[in-house]
Each structure stands twice: as C-alpha cells, then as structure tokens.
C-alpha cells in the first residue's frame, strides 16, 4: 500500500462520491479532483493510491489525470489560475489578460512564482462564452476579464493569503 492515504475527511467524501455512482471506476475523475485537493497534484504515487483504491489500473488513472487540463500532473502554486483559451474567450481578450498575468507574476505558463503562490496554465472551455474571457481559480469563476481586472484579482488573492 502506498504511504500516502486520504486525511479522515477525504476519506468520508471518497465515500460520498462512490455513493452517487452505480460502479467505482465510473467515479475515477470526481475521485481524482479529491484527490488534487487532498495532495495538491496528482503525482504517480497519487495515480498508485487512487488506482489501489479504486480497483484500476495506475496506468489507466493516468492517463485519465493526463488527459483533462483540470488535473494536474505536476506541482502547481497554492492559487492556479486556470485561462480559457477557447474561441470566444479569445476573440473577447484572453491574451491581453494573459499578458498582464506574466507581467503581474513574473512566470510563464507551468511554472510557479517563487513564493510558491502562484502558477498558472490554458484550459479549455470554462463555459462562459457569454461572459468571455473567464478563468478559474479552485473553485472560484471570474468572468469579463480585462487586464486592469487581473491585477486586482491577484492582489486579492495575495491578500487572502496574508490573512490565513
């Protein structure tokens, strides 16, 4: 067994989650985000674990966390920033937005600020091509992104964490 395991909690929603499918491997990516959440990335160990738990194969859990741009294969800063770069998100200014988060954080896509804060990457539809550009951070949705409104979004977060 892998020396990684779920907090109490986790465990108790990994639970949950099973509840609300009729077979475990239907509930592989619901399982996977618990299990970002719980570890921050999905690293082999946590495909391991997850496939342990799960009764799949860690090649499968894999390529699965490989495949959807919301799982993370690699280590990512306390707040990610999740882009969309779709079709609509683009023509209503992602990259200006883009642009003002280089310069803002100081990193290119993938890597993480020093502090260990920050990192940030394209994703695909977020869904909000009404309200295009959009980006996610965790759980939280921001839409008609302009530049001016990036840097107030980072610094907002800056502020959330000084008060933790």
């Known amino acids: 067994m892998s020396e990684i395991q779920f907090s109490e909690e ?5 639970d949950t989650i099973l509840s ?9 990516i619901p399982v996977l985000a618990l299990a970002q959440r ?4 999905i690293s082999d160990e946590v495909a391991d674990y997850v496939g342990q738990l799960m009764d799949y194969p860690p090649a499968d859990v894999l390529s699965v966390a490989s495949f959807y741009t ?3 294969r690699k280590p990512v800063g306390k707040y990610h920033l999740d882009v969309c770069r779709t079709v609509s998100c683009w023509l209503m200014g ?34 909000s091509c009404g309200t295009a550009p959009a980006m ?3 759980d939280r949705y921001f839409e008609n992104l302009k530049p001016e409104k990036m840097s ?13």
């Open 38 to 41: 719980e570890f921050g990335w």
């Open 10 to 14: 986790a465990k108790r929603r990994f």
């Open 94 to 127: 992602t990259y200006p937005c883009v642009d003002k988060i280089k310069e803002l954080l100081g990193v290119e896509a993938e890597e993480i600020t020093p502090d260990g804060l920050f990192s940030w990457n394209f994703t695909e539809c977020l869904g």
């Open 70 to 72: 919301m799982l993370h």
């Open 136 to 138: 996610q951070v965790g």
């Open 152 to 164: 107030e979004i980072i610094e907002q977060l800056r502020k959330e964490d000084e008060s933790k």
């Open 20 to 28: 609300h499918y009729p077979e475990k491997r239907a509930a592989l």
